[in-house]
């Protein structure tokens, strides 16, 4: 780090009588962790077209690709509902071991596919594993049996394994901790939005009337098709990172490299170490985060393969159950966003994690307690299962990313964690019985569980970090930087390889 730039800002620091302090005294200081160094400057002006031109040029990209990927995951349930299980003869609890098989290697395969990306970077990794997944999601349309469904479901899992986890930390790479929450969660509203364009989707498709295949095959056709083209266009388009994007001037790559040292990672382009990546397994701290993410994955997993279903209760058509899951979606996403974004305006990821799940507890508390017949009522609290559950995702993936300095650790940790949280589609898979239809009375009471352990989690984290920044500013002195925005920040990433830095300062 170069110890010529000059201290902004040092609060609780010894007072001095000169104002001036040396080059070697400040690189002394800055090495033990006891002065933090100001950002480059930039001009605010160039920051700002900086983040206009990542938001309007990748987020919706990304958005389409995170759709599309959504559909092809989810479309099963759509396809339950225009009898997929009679057509193919499905019998017991095969349905639900579709959907419980689908996530083995889901698991298995989520963090070398996050390696994999690191290694080629996501311009290739993403679109090559969505024309991979939506050419299976069209071979499900010719599936004529459980054997056969299953095979392409479990190719399909291999390849759409490693999406989410590329997708963040692709993000991570052009945005910083400081406002990667709300561009996470514009990204993830698409994964929302997926649900209500699904049910119309899928609505639009039962319309078919065709002898030559079911009408369930026509919407994996479409589906697949649709991600299959898309993938090549996204090729064609994304940059491999920041510092190749076509879009940007010279001056704008600058400065957003110089606000990722200052506010998000270590190095910027630095070369992939199996040593870096693995450090964090060292780490209390992925641990709880397995658990954290397992438990807010629960009613999460639960809203995406079985919203149309728990609708169902409400007693109507094929077609009517799949429109009336378009309100809830809808409503969702615009929560999902808002929430966000207040999350990046008062920089706090725990707390808000914890409101997002009190809601979808109230939702699970209400379906639990009223009678089935009381449809107004089921439909108000499907709401608000939807609204809570979907903005717990995008938090969380943006709290971790906001406390992992090292690219190399954060691929693999977010690598490992996604797949960790999706373990739930097991538990979830096998909760939903269908001797239980349509209340779903064990379901309700594993994800009333969930949601209450997850927010106790969250809750229990989020003031430990706080503690530890405390602790961490009685032993070094609260060291104050001012970002480019005129902000305040408490730590620098610049050479930070692990949250044990003591410079480093945790976003609780």
């Given at each position: 780090m170069k110890s010529d730039i000059p201290i902004q800002m040092v609060e609780d620091a010894q007072p001095s009588t000169d104002n001036t302090i040396s080059n070697a005294e400040l690189a002394d200081e800055a090495q033990a962790g006891k002065v933090e160094v100001a950002p480059p400057e930039h001009d605010p002006a160039v920051v700002r077209r900086f983040l206009w031109k990542c938001?309007?040029?990748?987020?919706?990209?990304?958005?389409?690709?995170?759709?599309?990927?959504?559909?092809?995951?989810?479309?099963?349930?759509?396809?339950?509902?225009?009898?997929?299980?009679?057509?193919?003869?499905?019998?017991?609890?095969?349905y639900n071991q579709i959907l419980t098989y689908y996530y083995i290697p889901y698991v298995l395969c989520g963090p070398g596919m996050a390696i994999i990306t690191r290694l080629i970077t996501a311009k290739y990794s993403l679109t090559g594993m969505m024309v991979f997944f939506g050419s299976f999601s069209i071979a499900t349309a010719f599936a004529k049996n459980f054997g056969q469904l299953l095979a392409f479901r479990l190719f399909i899992g291999v390849f759409e394994s490693g999406f989410?986890?590329?997708?963040?930390i692709y993000m991570s790479g052009f945005w910083t901790r400081a406002d990667i929450a709300s561009r996470i969660g514009l990204f993830f509203a698409s994964n929302v939005i997926a649900s209500a364009f699904g049910g119309l989707l899928a609505y639009g498709t039962f319309q078919i009337n065709a002898t030559r295949l079911h009408g369930w095959s026509y919407l994996f056709i479409i589906e697949g098709s649709l991600t299959v083209f898309f993938a090549i266009v996204m090729c064609l388009y994304i940059p491999r990172r920041l510092t190749s994007a076509h879009f940007l001037t010279a001056e704008e790559k600058a400065a957003g490299v110089a606000r990722q040292l200052s506010d998000s990672v270590d190095e910027v382009d630095g070369k992939f170490s199996w040593s870096q990546a693995l450090i964090e397994l060292k780490s209390w701290h992925t641990y709880v985060r397995i658990l954290i993410c397992f438990s807010i994955s629960v009613p999460l997993a639960s809203n995406n393969n079985f919203l149309a279903p728990m609708v169902a209760r409400l007693g109507y058509g094929t077609a009517k159950t799949n429109l009336y899951t378009v309100a809830p979606a809808l409503t969702a996403a615009v929560f999902l966003v808002a929430w966000c974004f207040s999350s990046d305006r008062f920089r706090e990821r725990g707390l808000h994690l914890c409101a997002a799940l009190l809601v979808t507890t109230i939702g699970y508390v209400v379906l639990i307690t009223i009678d089935v017949d009381n449809l107004a009522a089921s439909y108000v609290a499907l709401f608000l299962t939807t609204v809570g559950a979907y903005p717990v995702s995008p938090l969380f993936s943006s709290w971790c990313v906001s406390n992992l300095p090292n690219m190399n650790s954060r691929a693999f940790t977010i690598g490992l964690l996604i797949p960790m949280g999706n373990l739930s589609g097991f538990l979830v898979s096998n909760i939903f019985i269908n001797a239980e239809a349509p209340r779903y009375i064990t379901a309700l009471r594993v994800n009333l569980a969930f949601a209450v352990l997850a927010i106790v989690l969250c809750f229990s984290y989020g003031m430990w970090m706080r503690y530890e920044n405390r602790r961490r500013d009685r032993?070094?002195?609260?060291?104050?930087?001012?970002?480019?925005?005129?902000?305040?920040?408490?730590?620098?990433?610049?050479?930070v390889l692990t949250a044990k830095d003591p410079r480093f300062r945790f976003m609780a």
């Open positions: 938001d309007i040029r990748l987020i919706p990209c990304l958005g389409i690709m995170y759709l599309l990927n959504s559909l092809d995951r989810a479309n099963l349930g759509n396809a339950k509902t225009d009898g997929l299980e009679k057509d193919l003869g499905l019998v017991g609890n095969q989410l986890a590329s997708v963040v032993i070094s002195g609260r060291i104050t930087t001012l970002d480019n925005h005129g902000h305040g920040q408490e730590y620098i990433t610049d050479g």
